[in-house]
């Protein structure tokens, strides 16, 4: 992991240890739950959005005020508010994907819950996805929630990451193995 990375993940860290026990004592953790789902897409469909939380030409005051305005149309609540606006005021803003992902992650583990993260060659199907979280949760033991993404170089399979296990089933790797094989023998 780089520096700056770990710096962020430890600076998200602390704030995430906050936020959720303060949920929890509120008994808000479905409330939290619904304020990160809101992130996340204004995260993944806003540039405006991504721009005034990574970019140092905002004020810590203009970051402040965007940020609570933001929070206060989108719905979330009080403790997500005014966390993002302590985050604008001490100027880490830049840490939110990693807050989103810490708080994700703890709220997962809380409920027993893992997530694997699922790579495929196209998109999977409603029906795919609940057989695979029913064949992974007969294998882990935990409930498990599916975070798919689509990578088309794959050809075909799929490449699923459960906390520090992979398997990887995909066309693309096989091949790879393949030609790693023929090369060894000529």
């Known amino acids: 992991m780089s520096e700056p990375a770990s710096i962020s993940t430890g600076i998200a860290a602390r704030y995430a240890a906050a936020v959720y026990e303060l949920a929890k004592e509120a008994n808000d953790v479905a409330g939290l739950e ?9 995260m993944a469909e806003s540039d405006d959005f991504n721009a ?9 005051a203009e970051q402040a005020a965007a940020i609570t ?28 994907p990693q807050l989103v992902q810490t708080l994700r992650d703890e709220i997962a ?21 609940e057989k ?7 294998l882990l033991g935990k409930t498990v929630t599916i975070n798919a993404s689509v990578d088309e170089s794959l ?10 296990k992979m398997i990887d089933t995909s ?13 060894e023998v000529g």
């Open 34 to 42: 619904a304020d990160i789902a809101v992130l996340m897409s204004a």
């Open 52 to 60: 005034l939380i990574h970019s140092p030409v905002y004020s810590r």
């Open 69 to 96: 305005a933001i929070g206060e149309k989108a719905g979330l609540s009080t403790l997500m508010t005014n966390t993002l606006a302590l985050m604008a005021d001490k100027r880490r803003l830049f840490v939110l």
């Open 109 to 129: 583990r809380d409920k027993g819950e893992v997530t694997a993260d699922v790579t495929s060659a196209k998109a999977l199907t409603k029906a795919q996805s």
């Open 132 to 138: 695979l979280a029913t064949s992974l949760k007969a």
């Open 155 to 164: 050809i075909g399979g799929l490449i699923v990451k459960v906390g520090s």
């Open 171 to 183: 066309i693309s790797s096989k091949l790879s193995s393949l030609q790693n094989a023929m090369k």
